[in-house]
């Protein structure tokens, strides 16, 4: 259970750059990546959920104009808020009930986020995606962003895939299971080959 830092960052670059000839090639010619974090807890969950399906800029005006409202969210201030309420910052009828259902759970005791840290991988996967609305890629992105496990992999996340065609140079959009296997090799170092996938989606 590897944890991204500037400490391990010099390590796991290494690895793969002596595994993958083309992530090699990414950090010659662009250097590493920046390794984007976000403390863990309810809103940075929150931010995830208002960000699926939707552009980075969108979802950061929604949070913006939610902050706006309520100041820093937190489970009790954002279930108080109605429908009409969240509506009216940008939460569709299906994030408000995402986003209610996460923050109950964390009321009711049903999920402990403090304690996610100590849990390994799969343990998080299972606690997070047990909710409505946390999928495999919401689980992924707290995984690597809020805790910062290193083997993190959000294989379907768009920019992950566009990266993967970039800098492996290939015709099409891979496949999920295309994407597994490529990513086989990255192991237990998939979330940092995730941010040189970002990386390369960017400069490439």
């Given at each position: 259970?590897?944890?991204?830092?500037?400490?391990?960052?010099?390590?796991?670059?290494?690895?793969?750059?002596?595994?993958?000839?083309?992530?090699?090639?990414?950090?010659?010619?662009?250097?590493?990546?920046?390794?984007?974090?976000?403390?863990?807890?309810?809103?940075?969950?929150?931010?995830?959920?208002?960000?699926?399906?939707?552009?980075?800029?969108?979802?950061?005006?929604?949070?913006?104009?939610?902050?706006?409202?309520?100041?820093?969210?937190?489970?009790?201030?954002?279930?108080?808020?109605?429908?009409?309420?969240?509506?009216?910052?940008?939460?569709?009828?299906?994030?408000?009930?995402?986003?209610?259902?996460?923050?109950?759970?964390?009321v009711e005791g049903r999920l402990a986020l403090d304690l996610l840290a100590g849990k390994d991988d799969d343990a998080v996967r299972t606690a997070l995606t047990a909710l409505p609305g946390i999928g495999a890629w919401s689980a992924e992105i707290y995984l690597l962003f809020a805790l910062r496990r290193a083997d993190a992999w959000p294989a379907s996340d768009l920019g992950v895939i566009v990266g993967a065609q970039k800098v492996k140079n290939l015709d099409a959009r891979p496949t999920r299971q295309e994407m597994d296997a490529m990513a086989e090799p990255w192991r237990p170092w998939r979330g940092l080959a995730t941010f040189i996938l970002w990386h390369g989606y960017q400069m490439l």
């Amino acid at each position: 259970m590897a944890i991204l830092s500037q400490d391990t960052l010099s390590e796991g670059l290494q690895f793969l750059s002596e595994q993958d000839a083309d992530l090699a090639r990414v950090l010659d010619q662009h250097g590493p990546p920046k390794l984007r974090q976000q403390p863990q807890g309810f809103p940075t969950i929150l931010k995830i959920i208002i960000g699926q399906q939707v552009s980075r800029s969108s979802a950061e005006s929604t949070y913006r104009r939610l902050c706006d409202a309520i100041g820093p969210p937190e489970p009790a201030n954002f279930l108080a808020l109605d429908d009409d309420a969240l509506r009216s910052v940008g939460f569709s009828r299906q994030k408000s009930r995402y986003g209610r259902e996460l923050a109950s759970a964390l009321v009711e005791g049903r999920l402990a986020l403090d304690l996610l840290a100590g849990k390994d991988d799969d343990a998080v996967r299972t606690a997070l995606t047990a909710l409505p609305g946390i999928g495999a890629w919401s689980a992924e992105i707290y995984l690597l962003f809020a805790l910062r496990r290193a083997d993190a992999w959000p294989a379907s996340d768009l920019g992950v895939i566009v990266g993967a065609q970039k800098v492996k140079n290939l015709d099409a959009r891979p496949t999920r299971q295309e994407m597994d296997a490529m990513a086989e090799p990255w192991r237990p170092w998939r979330g940092l080959a995730t941010f040189i996938l970002w990386h390369g989606y960017q400069m490439l």
